[in-house]
């Protein structure tokens, strides 16, 4: 298996990433055209061939895979028998290759093929890169410091690659959003320095000094959309007192609404993101 095992590591971590199935049958049904899967074969010991797998990854595969997930199904209750799955991250930087036969491998469409000279070449001239995901999400709905409904939300940046990311920044157009002005922790700061910007655009970018590491998640600000005092909801006739108490108190609507902001960072290029919202009520108990 060493050979077939690395190869397939290899393959996937100069592409994309992708999953290995130990314990299945297959067959080539013609050139340029993906195995067939025909059947199941578990393994014995599964976790025996899992311990296996990943020491032919980490002795056969050069310069190494990190962020390898192993996995093992029964294929019956309680049985040793079963099926290995191995998930292989795409890596970043120089490439990996087989030490079984010292080639570079990557995985294309269905194949796993060996790689060009000039991907090789373009491979050893790069360097691991930074990778920045949106944190937009919803908190929770309260009354504000001003006695005022708010449907609060908080903006911030995760950095999913492998790279360090340098001078992170994100951006917005204000709608029916509002900027907490006392920051994420009620003494004005935020995740980044606020630049300054027109209206409507909020920009907040780091300097030399403000970077993300990878896996680190920075929160950058709060936002809030303030609610619409509606007339209470129609109450049947013969309500119970506790429906007539809750139908006498003041209720709020947020209505649905989009938010589409930008976020880049050094080395990566700049993304824009839309996240849609649908329509909230609040209750005030007062």
Known sequence: MKASIAKAACGFANATGGVIVVGMTAKSIGPNLPDVITGEKPVADREAVKSAVLDIILKQVDPGITGIRAHTVADKPRAKSGFVLLYVPEMDGTPQRSR???????????????????????????????????????????????????????????????????????????GVLQLDSFGIDGNMNFGLPRRPSEHPLVVFAGGVNDVIFPGQELIVAKLAQTGTKSEPKPRPAHAEPLVTLVSAKKRYVFPAFSFTCSLSCEGSPTETIARIFGEAEFISPF
């Open 100 to 174: 079984q036969d010292w080639r570079f491998y990557v995985r294309i469409a269905s194949g796993t093929v060996p790689m060009e000279y000039f991907q090789i070449a373009d491979r050893f001239g790069n360097r691991p890169h930074p990778r920045l995901e949106l944190i937009f999400s919803e908190r929770h709905t309260a009354l504000d410091t001003y006695q005022r409904p708010a449907r609060n939300f908080v903006l911030g940046l995760k950095n999913a690659g492998r790279g360090i990311a340098r001078f992170p920044a994100v951006w917005y157009s204000q």
